[in-house]
Structures are given as C-alpha cells and as structure tokens.
C-alpha cells in the first residue's frame, strides 16, 4: 500500500461572464479564475487490498461515488486501463461547501495530480485538464491551477500573467444558491454589467492590486439580488478597506482585496459571526 497526500486548493473568480446559451443546454462562459491559498488536504491509499473507501471530516459530503474525488479516481485509472487494488481516499475539509469556490473540483484535481505523480506522469498537464473536464466544470482549472483565462463549460484554459499577491477576506453567508437557477434567471433578464476580460487581463499585466480589484465582477450578482446578504457583505468588506469585493461564482461566497494580511485579517475578525464564515487567503 502507497499513500499520497495533495493539496486541494480553492479558485475564486476575479471575472465571470455567462454567455450564450448552447445547443446541449449548457451556457458559455469566460472568467478570469485564479487559486488561492484557502485548501483542502486528501490522502489516497492505493493498493489497499479492500473495497474502495471514501471518508472526509464533514459529513454533509457524500462519501461514495457521487464524490468527484472518487469520480476522479475511477477516471483516471479507466484511463490507464487499469484497475487499482483497493483505494481509500481520507478529505480533511476546510473549504466551505455550496460558495463557489470549487472545494469539491478542487478535490477531484488533487486526486488526478497525485495519481499522476504516483503513475510516474503517464498524462501531460493537457491530458490530465482533458480528463478533469470529463468530472466537472471547474476541474480542468484546478488541476492547472494559477491565474488563467476559463472558456466553454471550462474545457478552455488560456494561462495569464500571474496575479500580484493579493491578500483576501472571505465570507461565506449560511445561504446556498442553485446553480442551474441563476442560469435560468439570467436567461430571463438583461445583463445590466459585465466584466471586462481584457481590462482584467491588462491590470494583471500591471501588477497593480488596485487596478485589479477596480475590474471585479460577476455576472451571477444580478441573478441573486433577492439575497440582500450579498450586497451587505460587499459593503461591510469595503467599509473594511477592502480595495474591491464580488462574489465567487455561483456563490454564496463573497471576497474583497486588501491591501496587506493584517488588513484582511482584522476584515474577517470584524465580519465573523454565527451567521458568517471569514478566512484570510493570499493567491497561490
């Protein structure tokens, strides 16, 4: 038995624009992602000799093959053609559920780099995004990870200038939003805002936080304006010096930017409360 440890790291959206929606009903996207340092740790046993077993700290996740970390292991070895002797994987959750920040792809892409690593790199870094597309949307960009360009259904990565070290406050409200629901409800209404790619793209150039943070957006924000708790979070964030704040995909998770650690620090001991998640988190 061989057991493999790997960092599960989180992605915010700097940028989220829906686009059009597609024949296979699915929608287009583009979005600037970038990771943060916000992670889940997974552990794999390979080789157990026993029934595959999935546990995690957090019971509210499924523990079976609904799990895209399973899913990832069965993807991976069905690619190599192969099946392994027993596999356990062990999640130690830290990122919260149902915020948009991708914990469970997040997951599934630890899973695929670590079998990829023990397998002695069969899969190109391509191949191994190719694959992640086949568990989830956000998986292919948490499998490569760092600041990149996300189009199609998320198949599509375009890597970026690296982020500047951007220091983050995130806050997580006891809401959850239904993905396919806000698609609809922005199917149904005039976009008002959209993010400027290329404007983003430029300020990463830059290296400059402010310019970065003045170019957040997300167009998911429209569709959720019946949940006041968003717009409140953003201005308390901003009431705390953040340089900007926007939620992170589909929500419920809202970040601003700082300008130094103790500055995201002391915007999360002010926001945190029984009703409110807050974690500091720098990009990775």
Known sequence: MITLAEKAYAKINLTLDVLHKRD????DLRSVMQTVSLCDDVEIDVDTGKPW?????????????????????RAFFDRLGREPDGVEIRIRKCIPSEAGLAGGSADAAAVLRALNRWAGFPLSTEALCALGAMIG??????????????EGRGELLTKLPDAPKLYLA??????????PALFRKLDSVAIRERPDTEAMRRALESGDRERIAARLCNVFEQA??????????????LASGALGAVMSGSGS?????FRSPDCAQAACDALKSDE?????????
């Open 276 to 284: 409110l998640q807050t974690f500091v988190a720098t990009t990775v």
């Open 53 to 73: 077993t999935l546990t995690s700290d957090t019971a509210s996740i499924p523990s079976d093959e609904r799990n895209l970390a399973w899913k990832a292991v």
């Open 224 to 237: 959720v304006s019946d949940y006041p708790q968003i717009e409140a979070i953003k201005r308390k964030l």
């Open 253 to 257: 998770a809202v970040f601003g930017v």
């Open 24 to 27: 296979d009903g699915y929608h």
């Open 170 to 179: 995130i806050c997580k409200p006891p809401v959850a939003f239904a993905t």
């Open 137 to 150: 949307s956000d998986v292919p960009f948490c499998v490569l990870g760092g600041t990149a360009l996300v």
